[in-house]
């Protein structure tokens, strides 16, 4: 009997999510195996490792990467929902920044605030 938690989120696409994962400093494998309660193992497409051999990963649904976890043995410095928060910020961040290149706009400033928010000043020149 699997004990994993799949949790809906709002992620669609990988690239944003793998490099929100990295500015939030946490290690992480593409394409793996996630390892759960008595060896259950479920397949993602982001595998992150923890100390205590039970995997978190996100895991493609058909319509968005769903996190995938035993979350009884969660053992991250952040509840699920706090990591789940960050890392959707984050994304989000990712998300914005890359579709702005697209637009020709590039990045003036980006700043933490105190708040939690991330400030971010795009600008275009026309010429």
Do not use: C
Request: aromatic fraction near 12%.
């Amino acid at each position: 009997m699997s004990h994993f938690t799949q949790i809906k989120t709002q992620i669609r696409h990988l690239e944003p999510l793998q490099q929100a994962l990295t500015d939030l400093g946490i290690d992480w494998k593409a394409e793996g195996t996630v390892r759960g309660y008595q060896g259950t193992t479920e397949r993602a497409e982001v595998v992150i490792p923890q100390s205590n051999g039970y995997d978190i990963g996100f895991r493609w649904n058909g319509k968005e990467y769903a996190l995938v976890a035993d979350l009884q043995y969660w053992q991250q410095p952040w509840t699920v929902e706090s990591f789940l928060q960050k890392v959707t910020q984050r994304y989000a961040l990712q998300t914005v920044k890359s579709e702005a290149l697209k637009q020709g706009f590039t990045l003036a400033e980006q700043k933490n605030l105190e708040t939690g928010a991330v400030r971010v000043v795009l600008q275009r020149w026309h010429g």
